[in-house]
């Protein structure tokens, strides 16, 4: 299998599946939220600036749809382990 066709098969599933975010199939994310989403990312794991940067200019390219749904995912994610950390 080609990466072309893994990159596919990787957004249709996610497109089928959902990926339990609140956000409609078919909604793009707005900017402005990929952005709130990608600063709480950065501060749970403390990622360096390029790092960000990078994830910017993917949220803004081509496939936008794609990486802002994998952002907002991630930071769901980030937002219940930080609530769930004791010390």
Known sequence: MNTNSR???ARSQVKT?????????GVETRL???AADLQIIRAFF?????SLQTLWDLCRGE???????QVAS??????????RRTF
Do not use: H, V
Request: proline share 3%; hydrophobic share 20%.
């Open 63 to 69: 496939d936008r749809a794609f990486y802002r749904q």
């Open 17 to 25: 599946e959902g990926s339990g975010i609140s956000n409609p199939q």
């Open 46 to 50: 403390g990622m360096s600036t390029n």
């Open 32 to 34: 402005s939220d990929t």
């Open 7 to 9: 990159k596919q098969d």
């Open 74 to 83: 991630l930071a769901d994610i980030t937002r219940s382990m930080r609530n």
